[in-house]
């Protein structure tokens, strides 16, 4: 994908994320809707005309070439070699779940048992396993996509049905920023097909939303799980009902 194919792409995402139209775009540059339309679908944006979209979601340029920068050449799944590396050594893991949520290398050792000396190892193992590219200074810049997903039946996902999902399921989700819905129902196909696709929608918004907001203190972002699975079943309570054919 050309550079300004991919930013074109990543600014039709934040103004998603924004709720913001084509066509209140050209209210606010006085141009028709047309011709936006038009600029976004040949990817024909002047530097003034970028800038000026820009500033509709209070978004200046080098942030919109920084997050375009962080969405490139990053790897969507992880090998089984990198997968294993990660499960056999758990701080390993650690700082690899912090970097990808953008900590910078003095707030890893801040807030976990980690020295510089380990640090520093542990950051050039993700780097020897290209989940990191080390810079000067402990440094880095991100390899893997905030959205990638573990192999099947891989040890990263037999790790979290063992070792995380129960447990992030046991709680009460009584907290003011949680939130847990059960749903249902007998669906067509072509239902299933719209929900996996809104499904899909959310985890690249949620992902899109941890890069934005990885320029702000560490102070003022919160750990956060999120779970999204569906799948057909029915509960045992009424499977113990049906009819034998």
């Not at 775009?25 to 047309?34: D, H, K, M, V």
């Not at 500033?55 to 089984?80: C, G, M, V, W």
């Amino acid at each position: 994908m050309s550079q300004i194919k991919q930013i074109t792409e990543t600014l039709k995402q934040l103004l998603k994320q924004h709720k913001v139209t084509y066509r209140q775009i050209a209210e606010s540059l006085e141009l028709s809707e047309a011709n936006i339309k038009r600029v976004f679908a040949t990817n024909s944006f002047s530097l003034e005309r970028l800038e000026q979209i820009c500033s509709i979601i209070n978004l200046s340029l080098s942030d919109l070439f920084a997050i375009s920068e962080k969405q490139q050449q990053q790897l969507t799944e992880l090998t089984l070699e990198q997968e294993q590396e990660l499960i056999e050594n758990p701080k390993l893991l650690l700082v690899a779940v912090l970097v990808r949520d953008y900590w910078n290398f003095e707030e890893i050792t801040e807030h976990y048992e980690i020295d510089q000396h380990e640090g520093i190892r542990l950051m050039a193992k993700l780097d020897k396993i290209k989940l990191i590219q080390l810079l000067p200074n402990n440094d880095y810049k991100l390899l893997i996509a905030q959205d990638f997903r573990w192999i099947k039946n891989g040890p990263l996902e037999k790790f979290m049905e063992k070792e995380v999902l129960n447990r992030f399921m046991a709680s009460k989700f009584d907290d003011e920023d949680s939130f847990r819905f059960y749903l249902r129902g007998r669906y067509s196909q072509a239902s299933i097909d719209i929900i996996k696709r809104k499904l899909n929608q959310i985890t690249k918004d949620a992902a899109e939303l941890n890069i934005e907001d990885s320029s702000l203190p560490l102070e003022k972002r919160k750990h956060m799980g999120m779970l999204f699975a569906m799948r057909p079943w029915e509960p045992s309570l009424f499977e113990q009902f049906r009819r034998q054919k």
